[in-house]
């Protein structure tokens, strides 16, 4: 028998061209899935790719919108849905690689978003993020847009949604807020016990690690915050640290600038935020009503009080007759919304029998300042006496204009609290024009608030009672008081000791005050350090013409905005050349009656700030 090894090799063969094959088909297949993997992944990645393009697109268009309507905020108000909606965007995207369309989340191409301006609350709302613990009147405003790329052959659009708060936060809250450099070296220790807030820098020392400054509630500056005076403070050179911070995670630099606009304008720049307690522009000055009370106009607070008095040019402490002259203001009077308040006394002159007409509770006198170097010519409001003007029913008495406040068709809903002053006598180098409260220790029981652009001086105890029988007379008791608030170039303390018989030539020794307690918000400018003197500080921001080694109590809130425009000689520490005061016991606090709204003192200043809320894409 033969065999044919042949044959054999043959179907070896046949079975390796198989083999070939068939690696060849499970690579191709291989490389058809790859191809088919990486195509398909490439065209998940593009449009994943695209997407990510549509919702930035989308979110500039919010962002846009929101930017625009931030810059109307803060200049006044907001304008209507239609100033945001019909915006053009070409702008943003024509040096964009895709082109898209926007519209609103309707779909609708002829807005370019779907915004939703809410009302203002009328009720205070707590407020979040950075601010919370305060609280603020809330504008909320949502704002959506929808971004469709053009010519992609895809419709891969993305819509952003956001929210965000446009609040008005009450300045008075704050235990201290600046809008400038805040200093504060104190001697003693002192404890501030509420929010501190510089639109500036802070320099803050203690005096020693056993009397220190310390903090108790959050610190922030849209500057830096140092432990050490500023570099323009020749006074307290050497000074280092000993400041305690009691919360966590404080102090806060490089803090947003919280801005208080005026007129139309963002700047915060301290003296154009010092218009405020001037007479109004004439844009804004009656007898143009309607841009006086605007919410542009109503910044202004001689178009925001319920009372103004006036003197002439020529108005000095013996003056009779029209000197003075009142006003009443009800913006919602719109036929008559600046009323003349009748005096409602007459005075005779017992040596001419000449009859004068004048006002109980408002009257001229003068007296001397020792840090300015001048004879105050003031205005002189007794509260006691104004409180009892407002409840007369006589003729010529202040309950018809209490009424009209208070309650019928052109109520404001409160009786009248706010009083705005402007004294026509011009400064020289000899005279300061100012205002003076005395007799306060019960204010009208809506409270009261004096607003100038003068210099304020306070005589005796100011708002420690309501009725007479309980005081308030010590740190942290405001259980007695009622909403008050002091708005002024400065603000001077005058024990009732004081005597205005005290003149250029009466030495300090012979000033002797007694205790003295000021339940009040203020709101005043100071003479800033300059390299060449100190400002005095915070611990000095009530100024001081006596000779104390008693107590001065303060509860309230200090707002420091401006450099002071009128009393404007410099800070000198007691015990040295030219001192004009001797030190007290400063028992000073802030008053928590500030954290509830309904107590916060009449024509409170607000600030203005934006809050972001929620923000979604998809």
């Not at 010092?274 to 910044?299: H, K, M, T, V």
């Not at 000021?518 to 300059?530: D, Q, R, T, W, Y």
């Amino acid at each position: 028998m033969r065999i044919s090894p042949a044959h054999v090799r043959r179907t070896r063969h046949g079975y390796a061209l198989l083999v070939v094959m068939s690696i060849m088909a499970v690579m191709l297949l291989v490389f058809a899935s790859t191809m088919y993997w990486t195509s398909s992944n490439a065209n998940v990645t593009q449009r994943n790719n695209l997407f990510t393009s549509s919702e930035a697109a989308a979110e500039s268009c919010t962002e846009n919108i929101l930017a625009t309507m931030m810059r109307d905020y803060t200049y006044g108000s907001l304008n209507p849905v239609a100033s945001y909606t019909s915006n053009s965007m070409a702008y943003l995207t024509n040096r964009w690689p895709l082109y898209f369309q926007f519209s609103d989340t309707n779909g609708n191409t002829a807005n370019i978003a779907s915004v939703s301006i809410g009302q203002v609350s009328t009720a205070a709302t707590n407020l979040n993020s950075q601010f919370v613990g305060l609280f603020g009147f809330v504008q909320p405003v949502t704002v959506a847009s929808t971004a469709t790329p053009e010519g992609v052959g895809y419709n891969l659009s993305a819509t952003v949604y956001q929210s965000i708060q446009f609040a008005q936060i009450p300045l008075f809250q704050y235990a201290v807020f600046y809008n400038m450099d805040l200093e504060i070296n104190p001697s003693a220790a002192m404890t501030i016990n509420g929010r501190v807030h510089s639109n500036g820098n802070i320099w803050a020392t203690g005096n020693s690690s056993s009397v220190p400054l310390t903090f108790s509630s959050s610190v922030d500056a849209a500057g830096t915050v140092s432990n050490l005076p500023s570099p323009l403070d020749p006074h307290n050179v050497g000074r280092n640290g000993n400041v305690v911070y009691s919360l966590s995670g404080q102090p806060v630099p490089d803090y947003a600038s919280l801005s208080l606009p005026i007129g139309g304008s963002t700047n915060n720049n301290p003296t154009n935020v010092q218009a405020i307690l001037e007479a109004p522009p004439l844009a804004f000055a009656q007898p143009n009503n309607s841009s006086a009370y605007s919410s542009n106009g109503l910044i202004y607070l001689a178009n925001a009080a319920d009372l103004i008095i006036s003197n002439s040019s020529s108005g000095l402490s013996t003056a009779l007759g029209t000197n003075l002259a009142v006003y009443y203001q009800n913006p919602n009077d719109t036929l008559n919304p600046l009323q003349y308040v009748p005096p409602d006394l007459k005075i005779t002159n017992t040596s001419t029998g000449v009859v004068y007409s004048n006002y109980s509770f408002a009257t001229n006198v003068s007296f001397y300042d020792y840090r300015e170097s001048d004879t105050i010519q003031a205005v002189q409001i007794d509260v006691g006496l104004l409180d009892t003007w407002l409840t007369n029913t006589a003729t010529r008495g202040g309950s018809t204009y209490n009424v009209a406040n208070s309650t019928g068709g052109y109520s404001k809903g409160h009786t009248i609290n706010s009083i705005y002053v402007y004294n026509k006598i011009p400064i020289t180098s000899s005279q300061l024009p100012a205002v003076r409260m005395v007799n306060g220790q019960r204010l009208p029981p809506a409270g009261l608030t004096v607003a100038t652009t003068d210099p304020v001086y306070i005589k005796g105890d100011y708002n420690t009672t309501v009725n007479g029988t309980a005081f308030s007379t010590a740190l942290g008791d405001t259980v007695n008081t009622a909403p008050a608030a002091i708005l002024a170039d400065a603000v001077t303390i005058l024990s009732s000791s004081w005597s205005d018989n005290n003149g250029a030539g009466t030495p300090l020794a012979l000033r002797i005050p007694v205790n003295t307690t000021i339940n009040a918000a203020m709101l005043e400018g100071i003479v800033p350090s300059n390299g060449s003197y100190y400002s005095g500080g915070l611990e000095n921001f009530l100024r001081l013409l006596e000779n104390w080694g008693g107590t001065v109590t303060y509860n309230g809130s200090i707002v420091v905005m401006y450099p002071s425009q009128y009393a404007t000689n410099q800070w000198i520490a007691p015990g040295t050349s030219g001192a004009y005061y001797g030190p007290p016991t400063r028992n000073w606090g802030f008053d928590t009656n500030y954290s509830n709204s309904a107590l916060l003192p009449p024509l409170t200043p607000t600030i203005k700030a934006t809050i972001r809320g929620n923000y979604a894409a998809w």
